[in-house]
Structure formats: C-alpha cells, structure tokens
C-alpha cells in the first residue's frame, strides 16, 4: 500500500525532524497521547506526496482521512478540539483570545529571529541573536506570573514557546541577568515525559535531555 492510501486511514504528520513549529505540533500530539505516523521532511526537497496534498508544500502538514491541515497554528486548535483531554485551551474566551494573541506574537515576533539565526549571514544572525536576548528580558514579567507562559496550567502558547527555549543554547542566546525564572519554566517542561516525546533524534542533541 503505497503513502497516499495509507494517508486516508491514518492521522499522519509531515514534519522537519528540527522545526519549531513542527516540534510545536508534536508536542501538542504528545501532550495529547495521540498516536501518529510521522513522515520526517527535508523542507527543501519536499516529496510528491506533501506536494500533491499541500499547495504551499509547507510543514507541519496534519492528514486526517480527507482533511488536510496546516500551518501550526491551524494544526494545533484543530488537534484540541478533535482530541479534548487534556485541554489546551482556556475555557472563557477572553482567556482564549489572549492566549491566541500570545501565539500570534511568539509567530511574528519570536521565530523570525530564529530563522534569522538559524539561515541568515553573520549579521543577520547577530541581529536576531540581540532581539532574541531583548524578547526574553521583556517577557520574564509573564513567565513570573504564572506557572506557565500567560495561563496558570499548559497550553498551546507552551507548545509554541516550549520549542525556542529548547533550541536558545544551540542557537547561542543567552538569558538575561533574571532569567532564572526562564529556565525554570523550561525545566518544568522539558521534565515532562510528554515532551520528551515530541523530541526527534534531531532535536534531542539540541542540548541535555533531562532525567525523568
């Protein structure tokens, strides 16, 4: 049976093995305990398959029988309504659209840096590695008032987050002077099995992988 068959029986994941946005679905699958296919992509070389269901040729891309679904964000809701324990999302929709907002600027604001870094020339890199430093000094009020990023228990916003404080020490960002607090919402995560999960071979040399 070839890949295109198989996509219609099974919820299928084409996914970079390192990929913020695709480690953040994963993680929403393993926060989930969902069981999936993964089909590990080379972004600049995407197969026929990926091709043919994607116009964009993009990843994350979510199969789901006849549905097709990305980008991440799309990916991400649609996992936490199709599969509602736990629940990722806040229950009042103020709590739902400030976290909504919180994801769209980890989008906009956060990862253009880390693609900067990560594809850019030394400049550029440079660049990206000092407004990364600015974001994370500007955002330890918010890691400080809840347990978790802008919500008192894990959400989507961590899925998103989650994955770029995974990768600052190989992206070569450090915290800032109070930072402490940045670390230890990561160490909180990153213990969970459920993380350890989403983790690729890939990403799993990105930096320690704790004990659990």
């Not at 996509?7 to 393993?30: E, G, K, M």
């Amino acid at each position: 049976m070839n890949l295109t068959n198989r996509l219609r029986n099974v919820l299928t994941l084409f996914s970079a093995p390192n990929d913020v946005q695709c480690h953040q679905v994963r993680l929403v699958l393993a926060a989930k305990g969902v069981a999936f296919d993964y089909f590990p992509v080379d972004p600049n070389d995407p197969p026929e398959d990926l091709i043919h269901l994607n116009p964009f040729h993009s990843v994350p891309t979510l199969v789901e029988r006849d549905m097709v679904l990305y980008p991440a964000t799309v990916i991400s809701e649609y996992l936490d309504e199709r599969y509602p324990h736990p629940p990722l999302m806040p229950v009042d929709p103020p709590s739902r659209a400030r976290l909504r907002l919180a994801m769209l600027r980890i989008e906009l604001e956060w990862l253009p840096h880390v693609n900067a870094i990560l594809t850019g020339n030394k400049t550029q890199q440079e660049a990206g590695r000092k407004r990364l430093r600015e974001l994370l000094a500007a955002s330890v009020p918010l890691f400080k008032a809840t347990k978790f990023f802008v919500n008192q228990e894990m959400s989507l916003a961590d899925c998103a987050m989650a994955p770029i404080i995974w990768r600052l020490e190989s992206l070569g960002v450090t915290l800032p002077k109070d930072g402490q607090v940045i670390e230890e919402y990561g160490n909180r995560i990153f213990r969970n099995p459920g993380f350890i999960r989403s983790l690729t071979d890939q990403e799993k040399r990105l930096r320690e992988v704790p004990n659990i």
